[in-house]
């Protein structure tokens, strides 16, 4: 657990850099997600969630958090099965169930069957978070191959796709899917062209999406967060900007996954029953404006 003034500073951040995919447990210092500070009030009870990339990072922290509200989770990830056991001992300590379901989110059929899944299993679904991503940061443009650029758009686009298509036979009105788009989708960032690319579009998907799905009372949303310190970040960028991640907003520090988390929550709840077709910037002070 950190505290708010306890968590890094962007200074505090070394330079590292892990082998893709990193898992967590590698990280120095380990991202924040077991969500201590967090206070719960019942606000997903009796809901089904479905994350993906609910492994580790942002997919971690929002599975608990979830499960804190109340809500049983299923948690589609790819490769780390340790991170997964470890998540799902964490929602389960909730007095919640949890469902791991391994997978790649680029295949339309892998897609199809973890929502079929999650239904037979937990018994309905309520909520899908889309949350799984690939990035892989190059200096240079032309760097790009083909092979980056069709594994960063059917990992962050088409899988958004897919699992949106699957899932919402299973929606029904106060039903939500929510996004993870990034700050970078909004202002661009010079080593990660692609990436980028693939954020604006997860945030035009989420705009168009909530029209479509408006007269059927679901809600749609995205979560744009900043620099936020998760196994992407030493798995995918320079160890030169890993060292003193987050410098560069207001609070001069990388957020916590932790510290996202209560925003699904916020999407996921009643609270934001009038709220579709919204990116929620969550950046430490690096605004689309700025």
Known sequence: ?????????????????LPYPASQEDMVP??????????AAGKLKGKVALVTGGDSGIGRAVA?????????????????????????????????KCLPLKGDVREAAQCRHAVEQTVVQLGHLNILVN???YQMAQERFEDISEEQFRRTFETNIFGYFYMAQAALPYLTA?????????????????????????????HAF???LALNLGERKI??????????????IPATMPASEVENFGHEVALSRPGQPE????????????????????????????????
Request: include cysteine; aromatic fraction near 8%; glycine fraction near 8%.
């Open 174 to 202: 106060e039903d939500c899917i929510i996004n993870t788009g990034s700050i970078v989708g909004l202002v661009g960032n010079e080593l990660l062209v692609d990436y980028c690319a693939s954020k604006g579009a997860i």
């Open 131 to 133: 949350n799984a991503a």
């Open 219 to 232: 809600r749609v949303n995205a979560v744009a967060p900043g620099p936020v310190w998760t196994p992407a």
């Open 30 to 39: 380990k991202p924040d997600t077991d969500l201590a500070n967090y206070r």
């Open 259 to 290: 510290e996202l988390a209560p925003v699904y929550v916020f999407l996921a709840s009643q609270d934001a029953s009038f709220v579709t077709g919204s990116i929620y910037e969550v950046t430490g002070g690096k605004t689309s404006s700025s």
């Open 64 to 96: 608990l958090a979830f499960a804190k509200e109340g809500a049983d989770v299923a948690i589609f990830y790819n490769e780390h099965d340790d991170d997964a056991q470890v998540t799902c001992g964490l929602v389960e300590a909730e007095g919640r």
């Open 1 to 17: 657990m950190q505290s708010e003034e306890s968590r890094p500073t962007a200074q505090e951040i070394p330079a590292q850099q």
């Open 206 to 208: 989420t705009k168009a």
